[in-house]
């Protein structure tokens, strides 16, 4: 959850790169609050069985538009990539496209969007730490 709420704390932050985690793990809360909307707007009768969309999920999606668009460049940044291919999700087939760049793993250690965002965390699983009490 705290990458979800981290992602939503830079709104419009386009600078700089995302790791895969924040990415990923937004996304899935995105997809669960979304499918939970869907089901409050089935339990309401504000469900749009045509559009399959209703109220509480289109205030949703409106207020995360930002947001995701923001994570998506910042993701594509850490692949070393421009935040234009985030234009890749409007063609058909494009989000599954955009998805599969957004898979790969960032760039190792800085690039032209900034330093690596992984580059604080220990590789090593060894505990160095000592017990006391």
Known sequence: MNWYIGV?????????????????MFLAF?????FALAFVDQALG??????????AGTVY????FIPTLAV?????????????WALIGILPFGVIALLVLNAFDGTKGSNRFGPDPKSGERTDTTNTGTFSG
């Open 72 to 84: 998506t460049v910042r993701r594509l940044h850490d692949t070393d990539r421009v935040g234009w």
């Open 30 to 34: 995105n997809m669960l609050f979304t």
């Open 8 to 24: 939503l704390k830079q709104y419009a932050n386009f600078k700089g790169r995302a790791r895969r985690k924040e990415y990923w």
């Open 46 to 55: 504000t469900l749009n069985p045509d559009i399959g969309i209703g109220t």
């Open 61 to 64: 999606a409106i207020a995360v």
